[in-house]
C-alpha cells in the first residue's frame, strides 16, 4: 500500500524487453535507501517488485497485464519516474489509500498556469467518472490529488509549486499519458451498494404479519 506521496524522481535506466514482458531497470538515491529484494516500488503509480538491485539501480519485472493497463509499455530508457516505497506503519499518511493497481490510464488535456499553481485537465478513460467527486481524490502518476471538477470525460486538479518540482506532472504535456488509480473506498462502497440492491427482501407487510401471528 502506498499514500501517493512521492518520494523522488527517478531515472530509466535500461529496458530489456522480452516475449511478453519487460525488465525495467531504474536508478534512484532515496528508494533503494532500504529496499530489498520482493519489496514494493511504485513506480508512476504501478506496484513493481524488486527483483535485482544494485548499489544505484533495481529492476523489476513488469507482466503483459501490467503494459497492456498501464503507460510503462511507452516509457524509454533516460525518462524520468515518480517513485514511492510502500508505506510503513510509522509513516504519516500524507495523501490516501493508494493500492498501486492502475485501473486507466488517461491523457493530459490542457495546463492553465497562475502565479502560485497550475490548472492541469485530463481526460478520463470510461467507466471511471463515477468514482470522482468533488474536492475527492485521485491518483494521477502515483501523486495523491485533490479534484477540483469532473465531468464524464474529464477532471482538474490544481498543481502547487511542491508538486510541480518533485513529480513527472511539473513537465508532462498535453497528449501525455498517465495512469489513474481512484479511490479503492469508492469501489468497494458501489459493489456494496450493488450486491445491497439486487438482494430479494422480503415485503415488510409480510413480514408485520407474520411477527403479529
Known amino acids: 500500500m502506498f499514500t501517493g506521496i512521492i518520494e523522488e524522481l527517478g ?3 535500461a ?3 522480452q516475449d511478453d514482458a519487460v525488465r525495467l531497470t531504474i536508478a534512484c538515491e532515496t528508494a533503494l535507501s532500504d529496499a530489498g529484494l520482493g519489496d514494493s516500488i511504485a513506480v508512476n503509480g504501478c506496484c513493481l517488485t524488486v527483483a535485482e538491485r544494485t548499489e544505484a539501480t533495481w ?3 513488469v507482466m503483459a497485464e501490467s503494459l497492456n493497463r498501464t503507460s510503462l509499455g511507452g516509457l524509454a530508457v533516460g525518462d524520468r519516474v515518480n517513485l514511492e516505497r510502500a508505506v510503513t506503519a510509522e509513516k504519516r499518511l500524507g495523501g490516501h489509500i493508494v493500492q498501486g493497481h492502475v485501473d486507466g490510464v488517461g491523457e493530459v488535456v490542457s495546463r492553465t498556469p497562475s502565479e502560485h499553481w497550475e490548472v492541469v485537465r485530463l481526460s478520463l478513460p470510461a467507466g471511471l467518472g463515477r468514482y470522482l467527486v468533488e474536492k475527492g481524490s485521485i491518483t494521477v502518476d502515483g501523486i495523491s490529488l485533490t479534484v477540483v471538477d469532473v465531468d464524464d470525460e474529464t477532471f482538474s486538479v490544481s498543481l502547487i509549486p511542491e508538486t510541480l518540482a518533485r513529480t513527472t506532472l511539473g513537465f508532462r504535456a498535453p497528449g501525455d499519458r498517465v495512469n489513474l488509480e481512484v479511490d479503492v473506498i469508492a469501489k468497494h462502497v458501489e459493489k456494496l451498494v450493488r450486491a ?6 422480503r415485503d415488510a407487510d409480510s413480514t408485520s404479519s407474520n411477527e403479529e401471528e
Not at 196 to 201: E, H, I, M, S
Open 59 to 61: 529492476t523489476a519485472d
Open 11 to 13: 531515472t530509466v535506466a
Open 15 to 17: 529496458i530489456e524487453q
Open 196 to 201: 445491497y440492491t439486487a438482494a430479494p427482501r
